[in-house]
């Protein structure tokens, strides 16, 4: 059973019936809008969305990012399974794989993040969502939907952060601009 979650709604991560979360991914899905051509034909155009994993410290610092650049954090806790530069297909089209038990201590929350590399605002993007899903079961535990096209190309998606013992999930859905993770780095601290 999925959670949909709207803009600043938090979800506990702990297991239904007691026990902790070890293995997640965050899923980024998107398809392009279609460009009218001559005629009132449609053509695909090709969008590269990309999804980054921000890693923050008690203090707010920055310690590790992970995205298309950067496939793998410095601890091997999150793990990016690769770029996808159309959005073509079903279902994810970028993976983000967090081992939650291996993240270290002095990390507290992880931001995920979402640009439009080449450029395109939200307007020229449709379907886009991401999702939190239970990798030893295969459960979706939350799902964002990041609708609300725009004149932003990028969202501050939503944060996974520690709670007691466990973790939570807020979604963001904060809309910014940038290219990469690192110009959205002002518009995430409002959020940590």
Request: with cysteine.
């Amino acid at each position: 059973m999925s959670v949909s979650l709207a803009k600043g709604q938090k979800v506990s991560l702990a297991k239904p019936g007691g026990g902790a979360l070890s293995l997640v991914k965050m899923g980024l899905g998107w398809d392009a809008v279609a460009k009218k051509g001559l005629f009132g034909k449609g053509k695909a155009q090709s969008i590269d969305l990309d999804a980054s994993c921000l890693l923050f410290d008690a203090s707010g610092n920055l310690a590790d990012a992970v995205w298309f650049r950067q496939l793998r954090s410095k601890d091997g806790s999150v793990l990016h399974t690769g770029d996808n530069l159309t959005g073509e297909g079903e279902g994810d089209d970028e993976v983000i794989n967090v081992d939650l038990q291996r993240v270290p201590a002095n990390i507290v929350q992880l931001v995920f993040t979402v640009n439009s590399f080449t450029g395109q605002d939200f307007s020229q993007i449709a379907n886009a969502f991401c999702r939190l899903v239970d990798e030893g079961t295969g459960q979706e535990l939350a799902r964002y939907d990041l609708s609300g096209a725009g004149q932003h190309n990028a969202q501050i998606m939503a944060k996974v952060a520690r709670e007691g013992q466990g973790w939570s999930m807020t979604a963001i859905g904060a809309t910014a601009t940038g290219r990469t993770f690192q110009h959205l780095l002002p518009a995430v601290s409002e959020h940590l």
